[in-house]
T-cell receptor
Framework: DAKTTQPPSMDCAEGRAANLPCNHS???????VYWYRQIHSQGPQYIIH???NNETNEMASLIITEDRKSSTLILPHATLRDTAVYYC??????????FGQGTTLQVKP | DSGVTQTPKHLITATGQRVTLRCSPR?????VYWYQQSLDQGLQFLIQ???????AKGNILERFSAQQFPDLHSELNLSSLELGDSALYFC??????????????FGPGTRLLVL
């Protein structure tokens, strides 16, 4: 299973874009990049996923580099409710989500 | 609300006891996954069931077992409980058997405290 590397913590001002990076240099050609977040001790919440093209939904945008070795999750206008731990996961054929330590995003007023 | 339900929300028990955690997947989902989140280990995959059959196994202890019933709900049984089993237990569900394009949706979790 491909491993991911994320910064342990980041701060963002409320209303500004939050850009969360993730490195996944050992990703294979058919493995998707998934992003989840966990607010306090709630269940992880699905945000977005992608293979090689940039993706956007109502929650966020996902930018994947051309070589697929890294990606960035963008929350366009962060709010205080976006304060959470964000997990970048490469989903392999096993279907198991392998959670790392994630990035703790603190949105500040 | 993900559509995945878990009961109970909280559980307090003593060492050596046995408990059962219950999960109901989203309507139409055939796979159920169980995860454990402890302070020192983070979120770890335990086991997956697909349409009643065990599909994948992770770091699940022999004292733990699970099953998925014909109505697709799942139960995680934890026995001979130890202090270290105190954790959040999450259930997730997905449409089919899993793979590289299979979004899992998580329930709110059961918080287990072993005293």
């Amino acid at each position: 299973d491909a491993k991911t590397t994320q910064p342990p913590s980041m701060d963002c001002a409320e209303g500004r874009a939050a850009n969360l990076p993730c490195n996944h240099s050992t990703i294979s050609g058919n493995e998707y990049v998934y992003w989840y977040r966990q607010i306090h001790s709630q269940g992880p919440q699905y945000i977005i996923h992608g293979l090689k093209n940039n993706e956007t939904n109502e929650m966020a945008s996902l930018i994947i580099t051309e070589d697929r070795k890294s990606s960035t999750l963008i929350l366009p206008h962060a709010t205080l409710r976006d304060t959470a731990v964000y997990y970048c996961i490469v989903l392999s054929n096993t279907g198991k989500l392998i959670f790392g330590q994630g990035t703790t995003l603190q949105v500040k007023p | 609300d993900s559509g995945v339900t878990q009961t109970p929300k909280h559980l307090i028990t003593a060492t050596g006891q046995r408990v059962t955690l219950r999960c109901s997947p989203r309507s139409g989902d055939l796979s159920v996954y169980w995860y454990q989140q402890s302070l020192d280990q983070g979120l770890q995959f335990l086991i997956q069931y697909y349409n009643g059959e065990e599909r994948a196994k992770g770091n699940i202890l022999e004292r733990f077992s699970a099953q998925q019933f014909p109505d697709l709900h799942s139960e995680l049984n934890l026995s001979s409980l130890e202090l270290g089993d105190s954790a959040l237990y999450f259930c997730a569900s997905s449409v089919t058997s899993g793979g590289t394009l299979e979004t899992q949706y998580f329930g709110p979790g059961t918080r287990l405290l072993v005293l």
